[in-house]
């Protein structure tokens, strides 16, 4: 057993630090590559102190011991803010917005973990109000659920972050930000398995083994899973439009009213279809909110506010409704007869197949292959019919 926790943390160690190399090297001042650098290098620290703990290796043990001995107040904040962040910018508001979620963590490096290292390292300090902690289970409690009420904050403001995606890109990759979801629902699964531990543990029930190393091994499994998928989608770990489209936290923009007149609804409305009947804007696959608002000569907030409270639907859905319109008339088009389902969609303006059948079954209640198929037979009907008359 002891050979086989050996291995596995060595992989997690060798992973960790390739994952780090990695986003360190597509940083550049970006706060959530800075957050997921902090992230990385916190789950590294957290590694190397069980590999330590393993081989009792007490120096190593000691001096990762105080950084890791709160991680969990460090890397759910850490999880929540990376994802917060993805529509900032400015890093300097950013972290003086929201410096105050990493004081718990501080508290307890400075009350908690230090004194405790001190205290193992037999250096002669004395630090009595600590011996409560013997023994007890209370602190992992405290950690573990600290860390799984940030992760459900951090669950919420991801499902924010998707909504404003459809709000601004008419082109989303799935690969490109599902793993953040991903990253999220595996960490809640790692801490929940802690915790099950942790409260069996609580109840005076003892393991012949040390039930750290199965969250241990967790982590290194969600970090190969992370390397795995981040490194094989088109950027890793942060698609970069996402973070070009935020506007940096403080920036004036000219004031726009809440809400649009019924002759501005009207009349936006009116040159908004004219654009789209003929220009196609939606052929561009990489088509913004932004790219379309100066088309039709608005503001991206007036388009905004149009889509969403006058026409009922996100941009997202509204461009690719046109694009599935586009993807009808080819398939009526004998000139498009011999073309794939897939060569139809990129010249209608869809990027990826994911995204093209989705929609159009949302848009159509069915798949393509399936409209197609009758559509074919709706015209060998008529032939048929015509021929016989």
Not at 4 to 19: K, P, R
Not at 196 to 224: D, K, T
Not at 254 to 281: A, I
Request: proline letters at 3%; glycine letters at 4%; one cysteine or more.
């Amino acid at each position: 057993m002891k050979l086989f926790t050996d291995f596995v943390l060595v992989s997690g160690i060798v992973i960790n630090a390739f994952l780090l190399f990695k986003v360190i090297r597509k940083s550049k001042h970006s706060i959530p590559y800075t957050l997921l650098s902090a992230l990385f290098a916190t789950s590294f620290v957290l590694l190397v102190n069980f590999y330590a703990h393993l081989h009792h290796l007490t120096g190593l043990y000691l001096v990762s011991f105080v950084f890791e001995d709160g991680s969990r107040f460090l890397i759910s904040v850490l999880l929540f803010l990376y994802v917060k962040s993805l529509f900032h910018k400015n890093q300097y508001s950013f972290f003086r917005r929201y410096w105050i979620h990493f004081l718990p963590y501080v508290l307890y490096l400075i009350i908690i973990s230090v004194p405790l290292a001190l205290t193992m390292a037999n250096l002669g300090f004395g630090f009595k109000y600590l011996s409560f902690l013997q023994g007890t289970q209370n602190f992992t409690l405290i950690k573990d659920v600290f860390f799984i009420g940030y992760l459900i904050k951090a669950l919420l403001e991801f499902n924010r972050f998707k909504s404003k995606m459809e709000n601004s890109y008419s082109t989303m990759l799935n690969r490109d930000f599902v793993w953040i979801g991903q990253m999220l629902m595996g960490s809640l699964f790692v801490i929940i398995v802690d915790l099950s531990f942790s409260l069996y543990q609580f109840w005076s029930v003892r393991f012949s083994f040390e039930s750290g190393y199965i969250s241990a091994l967790c982590v290194v499994f969600l970090l190969g899973y992370l390397m795995y998928f981040g490194t094989n989608q088109s950027s890793i770990f942060l698609p970069d439009f996402m973070v070009d489209y935020a506007n940096p936290i403080g920036q004036k923009t000219e004031p726009t009213p809440d809400y649009l007149t019924p002759t501005e609804r009207v009349s936006f409305t009116q040159k908004l279809e004219k654009v789209m009947e003929e220009n196609q804007p939606y052929l561009n696959e990489d088509l913004t909110l932004t790219q379309l608002a100066g088309e039709v000569g608005l503001s991206s907030k007036k388009l905004s506010l149009l889509l969403n409270h006058h026409l009922m639907t996100s941009f997202y859905d509204f461009i690719n409704h046109y694009r599935i319109e586009e993807v009808k008339g080819k398939m009526k088009n004998e000139k498009y007869e011999k073309y794939s389902l897939l060569g139809l969609a990129h010249l209608s303006g869809f990027k990826s197949k994911s995204s093209f059948y989705r929609s159009f079954k949302k848009n159509m209640g069915t798949l393509p292959k399936n409209y197609r198929k009758n559509l074919k037979k709706s015209s060998s009907a008529r032939t048929e019919t015509s021929r016989s008359t």
